[in-house]
């Protein structure tokens, strides 16, 4: 630790930093948390957490490290890309993970940033920055899914406040957020024009909650009602009117966010190379049944030239400093690989891989027909395959629907 | 498309210009009407050479400039889309086994000649109508080669032979005593020459290590597929721009949904094409093992040529089909190279090998 009297001097001033990250982590993260991260806590908060997971996360919190590019003013780390990226290496380094995430810090933050107000981000950054407040987001309805500039859920304005009545769907984490990101209607007139985005207490009295029985068994998604919500006007941000457009600029950080999951499949496990040799059998050390050798060599081959085109949209990213339009093809190619290779893992398992539970079936097996059923909805979710190629076919190849 | 260097932009840039202005389709039917074994126009291949091309991948000290396979490609890539007759792709697979196995001799003798143009070489490895590297029956007796070797690209016109015998590759002068060709037409209106050898001299390719074969097989792979990435390039293009200029039902053809999706789709499958026809090419450019990332490149670039080539025709509709829309031209090169050095199932089979599935 460096002292006052002899400050450090190094050719490169990353490596100051370093040092003082790992300083930091050895004196901050417990070995016992190792690789213990529990994603669902950053949704569903302090009450899935251990006081260990909970003293980490404060810890966190308090040195803006959960949230590290963000402003030091707004409680972020105030770190430069670069000096995240050695943070993100050291955390790596000892398996240390960031306890501070959810809607709050991938997409709903950093709008904030760009369009609230200094009293909307003095009340609000806090709270995500330090893992506290859960945030939920409502957009889609019943009847408006990919349309979703269709949304009816109405903000009636009564003077100092609006009372909000309608119903949202899909709401990840409803059941647990405190709050929630909502783009509700203010004007019926106009469809883009007359969006708002208002921000939502799940306490609040009116708000109702119901979770959603997905095909996998699980109900990570709810529906939400609001029935004569009363919402106070400084929870507007933006102007009235101005929704659609910071609606969107949040869907953007999303895929921001999450663009590196496309190629981050889950490969961990038995190859499907191993899986087939162990159901199928073997010849000669080679999968016994030759088509379904030939559709598992065609996968992989598939699944290298979209890690290859994955990188290579990085890269010309990076060199012409905005976005490759080849990324609008990411998702679409590697949600389709992902869904291939769950069901090609259902064919090789036979009727061990469609196990629901109980007796005869191992914790993975069970654990695999979930990650099979759930990946039906990575092609729908966050901008369908359908919705993907009209943009590509719009936007990119300028295939007008009027011309 | 690949981050490049000032160095191979310039040069794509040129291949583009001269593609464009110098050798549009049109270009092409001339040669095709003509209908020479030859299958190219020398005068073209005289201008390639004197802007470099032709030298490449040929060292320095033997006249080449070295600049790599990734620069090639981007070449052949650009003569590719519009299907532009050449022995570029064919010479520099067979300078790159004397670049790789040759004596200081055997490159001396023949990579000045490759790399001004003068001479056209080509490797010669099949001996049936389909991709078959581990049947060969052309053997080497006595510094005498005997056997024959069936479709050999550029055949009728090769100054210089590679030739894959039982044991090794090697050098057999295009007008040494006992070479005879003959032509064999196919749809793509290119030289494929039976050529049989009897007794012709040959001079061994000693280095390159036991794998020589194999490695200029790789180039090979990835150079046919640098051309079908072309050809898939501008097919979709011309198709593209089809769409948006013809009417019916009182609507541009572009603004139906269908072929909108359609032609999305296959954006994104020329996407996937590109980058792994680009790793392919790198691979050879950053040296060691090129197997894997040369069987991708062509897999894809078949799969990918395959349908592109498919859907230019249908997307055309009837005038698709006639002699006078370049369509049929893609369709009828696109198969040749789909079947040159490897087809889909085969070399798909190969790959499954090297991974032990």
């Known amino acids: 630790m460096a002292t006052l009297a002899e400050p450090k001097t190094s050719a490169d001033p990353l490596d100051d930093f370093r040092s003082e990250v790992r300083d930091w982590l050895a004196a901050n993260f417990p070995a016992s948390l190792k690789g213990k991260g529990n994603a669902l806590a950053s949704v569903e908060g302090p009450t899935s957490e251990t006081p260990e997971m909970t003293a980490w996360r404060i810890a966190m919190g308090e040195k803006g490290w959960g949230t590290p590019t963000w402003p030091k003013e707004y409680g972020g780390g105030g770190l430069s890309k670069a000096q995240a990226r050695v943070l993100s290496d050291e955390m790596a380094r000892v398996g240390a993970w960031n306890p501070i995430g959810g809607m709050g810090v991938m997409m709903f933050g950093p709008t904030l940033l760009e369009y609230g107000s200094e009293e909307q981000k003095r009340q609000h950054m806090p709270g995500i920055t330090m893992g506290e407040v859960r945030w939920c987001q409502g957009y889609s309805e019943p009847n408006a899914g990919s349309d979703l500039a269709n949304l009816q859920t109405f903000a009636e304005d009564r003077g100092d406040h609006y009372v909000v009545n309608g119903q949202k769907t899909w709401t990840s984490g409803g059941q647990w957020a405190d709050k929630c990101f909502c783009l509700v209607r203010t004007d019926k007139s106009d469809k883009h024009n007359g969006i708002s985005f208002l921000l939502i207490d799940m306490d609040a009295p009116g708000v109702e909650v119901k979770p959603i029985k997905m095909i996998s068994g699980m109900s990570p998604f709810c529906e939400t009602f609001f029935t004569d919500v009363k919402v106070p006007k400084e929870n507007l941000v933006g102007q009235e009117g101005q929704g659609w457009t910071i609606g969107k600029r949040l869907l953007q950080h999303e895929r921001t966010n999450l663009s590196g999951g496309g190629s981050r499949l889950s490969t961990s496990g038995p190859s499907l190379a191993d899986l087939a040799k162990k159901f199928v059998g073997e010849e000669d050390g080679r999968i016994a049944d030759r088509d379904l050798r030939a559709r598992i060599t065609k996968w992989e081959m598939d699944w290298r030239a979209f890690q290859l085109t994955a990188m290579r949209v990085m890269a010309e990213s990076k060199a012409v400093g905005g976005v490759s339009e080849v990324s609008s093809i990411l998702k679409t190619v590697g949600t389709k690989l992902g869904q291939e290779r769950q069901e090609l893992i259902i064919e090789i398992e036979g009727l061990q891989g469609l196990g629901w539970e109980g007796e005869g079936f191992s914790e993975d097996e069970l654990h695999q027909v979930r990650a099979w059923l759930f990946a039906k909805a990575t092609t729908i979710y966050g901008g369908s395959t359908e919705v993907q190629n009209n943009i590509i076919a719009k936007r990119i190849l300028g295939m007008l629907d009027h011309q | ?357």
């Open chain 2, 1 to 357: 498309m690949a981050v490049l260097s000032e160095e191979q932009t310039m040069l794509r840039d040129m291949a583009r210009e001269w593609t464009s202005n110098e050798s549009p389709v049109t270009a092409w039917r001339k040669v095709r009407d003509a209908d020479d074994a030859a299958g190219f126009d020398a005068a073209a291949y005289g201008e390639m050479a004197q802007m470099g091309w032709s030298g490449i991948i040929v060292p320095e000290a033997y006249g080449g400039s070295d600049f790599g396979w990734l620069s090639l490609g981007l070449v052949i890539e650009e003569l590719g889309k519009t299907v532009t007759a050449s022995p570029l792709a064919a010479s520099a697979v067979a300078a790159s086994a004397i670049v790789l196995g040759g004596s200081d001799e055997q490159k001396q003798k023949w990579l000045p000649g490759i790399a001004s143009g003068e001479i056209v070489a080509t490797l010669a490895v099949d001996e049936g109508p389909r991709h078959d590297p581990a049947n060969i029956k052309a053997s080497v007796s006595g510094g005498k080669l005997a056997g024959s070797k069936a479709f050999v690209a550029e055949g009728d016109s090769a100054g210089l032979f590679v030739v894959a015998a039982t044991d090794g590759l090697y050098l057999v002068a295009g007008d040494a005593a006992g070479v005879s060709r003959s032509r064999r037409k196919l749809t793509d209106f290119r030289s494929h020459a039976e050529v049989t050898f009897d007794g012709a001299e040959a001079d061994k390719l000693a280095g390159g290590g036991d794998d020589l074969l194999e490695k200029v097989l790789d180039r090979a792979r990835v150079l046919a597929a640098a051309e079908m990435l072309g050809m898939a390039g501008q097919g979709f293009e011309t198709t593209l721009a089809y769409l948006k200029q013809r009417v019916q039902f009182g609507q541009v053809l572009a603004t139906f949904q269908a072929l909108q999706h359609r032609m999305a789709n296959l954006f994104s499958d020329i996407e996937l094409m590109r980058s792994a026809v680009e790793a392919g090419l790198a691979a050879i450019d950053s040296g060691g093992d090129t197997r894997q990332a040369a069987l991708l490149a062509k897999v894809k670039a078949n799969e990918v040529g395959h349908l592109m080539s498919r859907e230019m025709i249908q997307l055309h509709g009837g005038i698709g089909m006639t002699d006078e829309y370049d369509a049929g031209f893609y369709l009828k090169r696109m198969r040749v190279l789909e079947a040159m050095w490897g087809n889909t199932s085969s070399l798909r089979e190969r790959f499954a090998q090297l991974n032990g599935y």
